[in-house]
């Protein structure tokens, strides 16, 4: 597949999408969402691939936000503006309903639109460099892609009131203190540490990793009670699995386990 503003790259079960903006500090414009999605769902449908790591090209952003030139386009227009938020929204849930893990590795600015498109992945590693926040309210609007609701779920709503609230950057050390950024490494170990949190995951049953993450996020819209019932369905659908009698058998065996995703 050829885009014009990311590259998709695929080496053995992990592929890779990057930004590809950097004169634009890989801002994510109306062009760059649609190919995102339609990554997203190469990604989904390749059956090889078993994560998903996403970065932004250069060692300055991640991705700096929303195409500030196109929300000018639809400032005044209530419509359109609803619009362009459902689009982004759309193709950042694509990442929910990816049946894979998706890490978003945060190589610098990861700001407003960008900073939503790493919270709607499933983890978050950064370099010590990196600045995250979610400025929308510096330029009188607030977050329109899922932001408001992930960063909640995530760090709770406490942090979310204060990153949404005074639209400050914070450092990836502060993003990390309070839960957004789950590993933070250094500039030059941003690669391997992504790598070997990949590979963590890779190890183990697909069809457990993917029945766990379904299970959290699921669970974002249940009551305890409600969660649970589904936690003891799951459960139930993981322990008629192959993966599972592999697992018990590896264990007993003192042996590395070979998952097939069965
Ligand atoms: N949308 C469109 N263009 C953007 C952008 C965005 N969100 N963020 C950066 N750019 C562009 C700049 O306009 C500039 O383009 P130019 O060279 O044609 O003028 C280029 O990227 C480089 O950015 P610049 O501001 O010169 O770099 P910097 O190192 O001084 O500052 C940032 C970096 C990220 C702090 C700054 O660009 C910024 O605050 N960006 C906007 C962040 C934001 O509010 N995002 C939320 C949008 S909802």
Redesign the pocket.
């Known amino acids: 597949m050829t885009f014009e503003n990311i590259l998709l790259d695929k080496d053995g079960a992990v592929a890779r999408v990057t930004i590809n903006r950097p004169?634009?500090?890989n801002?994510l414009n109306h062009q760059t969402l649609s190919e995102l999605g339609e990554a997203f769902d190469d990604v989904k449908g390749d059956t090889d691939i078993r994560a998903l790591v996403i970065t932004g090209t250069g060692d300055?952003?991640f991705v700096?936000?929303?195409?500030?030139?196109e929300?000018l386009e639809v400032a005044g227009q209530s419509e359109e503006a609803a619009k362009l938020a459902g689009f982004g929204q759309s193709v950042f849930r694509k990442l929910d309903e990816l049946g894979k893990p998706s890490v978003a590795m945060v190589n610098g600015?990861a700001?407003?639109?960008?900073c939503e498109l790493a919270l709607a992945c499933t983890l978050r590693t950064a370099s010590n460099t990196a600045r995250l926040g979610l400025?929308?309210v510096?330029?009188g609007?607030i977050p329109g892609y899922g932001g408001s609701q992930r960063l909640s779920r995530i760090a709770g709503p406490g942090v979310a009131r204060e990153w949404i609230l005074t639209g400050d950057m914070v450092s990836a050390e502060e993003a990390h203190r309070v839960g957004v950024i789950n590993r933070i490494f250094a500039p030059e170990d941003l690669e391997e540490g992504t790598a070997k949190l990949v590979k963590s995951m890779l190890s183990k049953g697909p069809l457990a990793i993917e029945l766990g993450m379904q299970a959290i996020l699921r669970g974002w819209d249940m009551t305890q009670s409600e969660g649970e019932q589904m936690e003891t369905e799951f459960f139930g659908k993981a322990s008629v699995t192959e993966d599972m009698a592999e697992g018990m058998a590896a264990f007993l065996e003192k042996r590395k386990a070979s998952f097939q995703g069965k």
């Open positions: 004169d634009k500090m801002a300055k952003a700096a936000g929303a195409d500030i030139g929300l600015f700001l407003g639109g960008g400025p929308e510096s330029l609007i």
